[in-house]
């Protein structure tokens, strides 16, 4: 019993489990829940929420310099950038066509009672969209979007695509100086990756408390209670996101020679990680160090997670389209395929670039919904039982941006077979020595007893 180790993913699970019993208790206790929520666990957990969007950009900017400035071709990089955006654009829109083919099969809306549903407040999502709105989606504002005025404000302001660019066009400079010049501006940048890879292991030791606090919270607020109502929409949109994770992301690892089970497994801890906070952020830096480690080149792993935290969101266009069937059968309104269409197309470019919104899955809908007649009010209905399907929808889209990073690699002749098969080997090797030495703690301990 002297050296109990228990690994990070462990912990967040035991935190996890914890931070739901703590919640429903709490629930139950109107008086005190309001001054525990305000006055430690909403604190507790924003302190994490914080330490994870202090380091994304510090870690982001130097790695993706490093790796664009290895590759030191424009046109190459072009090349990528073309590819990258062609594989997001084909994955999200067979996310939506499930979600709505799904939907429209199994009808989890009919038959509902809407007075038995909690109405939640959702004036603060509305105020959002207005802001999303007054920037407007044409294609002008969208270029306009990724050239940022002030590199620092886009920093302060959480907007990863302008940061993106700059390091972009940063990285392309620097590789065009003289060996001489640019090693040394090279090697601070390297540096300053390395420290933040650090940096990002110690807030890593404060998850647990962090996944806790949140998931207490989301408990305490809405009750276990709430689920039941919605049932039927919270079991199809977990059993559509793992379809598409098995059997769409499998087809597409299979034509690439790879498997979507060891990806997954490789990605174990980052999963738990980012389904207990529902938030893709706490992971963005793990990504980029594990599909690097697993085969792919800095480069194209740098520059591809990053931009697939805002073009890449399958886990959350597929719940999107689920949501915006699912409303439409709560009001009883049948739509025609045309509209469905539209509800399509809406999508493809609402969901597109707002990904540091705050409730971009609800910013998405309201933008969307009325474009074919589904009453906004509708999304009140849902809101309770968000976190639930926040948490399952953000581990999709970790799944998601990992793998887009593998297909670009393979596309581009780029992964190292060799360097995958030595992870693989290491991985499992290290999984065997893990259980192996948890088997022999239980005959040691056995033989005391």
């Known amino acids: 019993m002297k050296n109990i180790n228990i690994s990070l993913a462990w912990q967040i699970l035991i935190a996890l489990v914890l931070g739901i019993v703590v919640g429903a208790v709490l629930h139950q206790n109107i008086e005190a829940k309001d001054w525990i929520i305000k006055n430690i666990l909403s604190p507790a957990g924003e302190i994490f929420i914080r330490l994870i969007k202090m380091i994304v950009f510090p870690i982001v900017v130097p790695t993706l310099v490093v790796g664009i400035a290895g590759v030191g071709d424009a046109k190459k990089l072009g090349r990528i950038g073309l590819k990258t955006i062609i594989y997001f654009e084909i994955i999200t829109t067979l996310a939506i066509f499930l979600g709505i083919t799904l939907t429209n099969i199994f009808h989890p809306g009919d038959g509902i009672d809407m007075s038995s549903l909690a109405v939640i407040d959702i004036s603060q999502y509305e105020k959002t969209m207005e802001n999303v ?23 302060a302001n959480g907007d990863m695509l302008p940061v993106i660019f700059f390091s972009v066009l ?101 999963l738990i990680l980012a389904y207990s906070t529902a938030s893709s952020e706490t992971v963005l830096v793990k990504i980029i160090e594990k599909m690097e480690a697993y085969g792919a080149p800095k480069a194209i792993s740098s520059f591809v997670v990053p931009t697939g935290y805002s073009f890449n969101l399958d886990g959350s266009t597929l719940y999107q389209s689920i949501a915006a069937i699912f409303i439409a059968q709560l009001y009883g309104i049948e739509l025609s395929l045309n509209q469905e269409i539209s509800l399509v197309l809406t999508m493809m470019v609402t969901s597109k670039g707002i990904a540091g919104v705050p409730g971009v899955s609800f910013v998405v809908l309201l933008a969307t919904l009325g474009s074919v007649g589904i009453p906004l009010e509708g999304l009140a209905f849902i809101v309770g039982v968000d976190r639930i399907l926040d948490m399952a929808r953000t581990a999709l889209n970790v799944v998601g941006n990992a793998l887009a990073v593998l297909v670009i690699a393979k596309w581009e002749g780029q992964f190292d077979h060799k360097k995958s098969l030595e992870y693989e080997r290491t991985f499992l090797l290290k999984r065997f020595l893990i259980v192996t030495k948890s088997k022999h703690s239980d005959v040691k301990y056995s033989s005391r007893g």
């Open 133 to 155: 709105q007054r920037s407007s989606h044409s294609l002008a504002n969208t270029i306009l979007s990724l050239i940022p005025s002030n590199i620092f404000a886009s920093m």
């Open 170 to 270: 940063f990285g392309l400079g620097l590789s065009s100086l003289p060996e001489k010049t640019q090693k040394p501006l090279l090697q601070v940048f390297q540096s300053v990756s390395d420290t933040m890879f650090k940096v990002t292991y110690m807030i890593m030791r404060y998850a647990p408390i962090g996944v806790f606090c949140l998931i207490s919270v989301t408990v305490i607020q809405f009750g276990v209670t709430s689920l039941i109502p919605l049932s039927k929409l919270i079991i199809l949109v977990y059993g559509s996101l793992l379809f598409f994770g098995f059997v769409v992301f499998g087809i597409v690892a299979r034509l690439c020679h790879l498997r979507i089970w060891t990806l997954i497994c490789i990605l174990k801890d980052e």
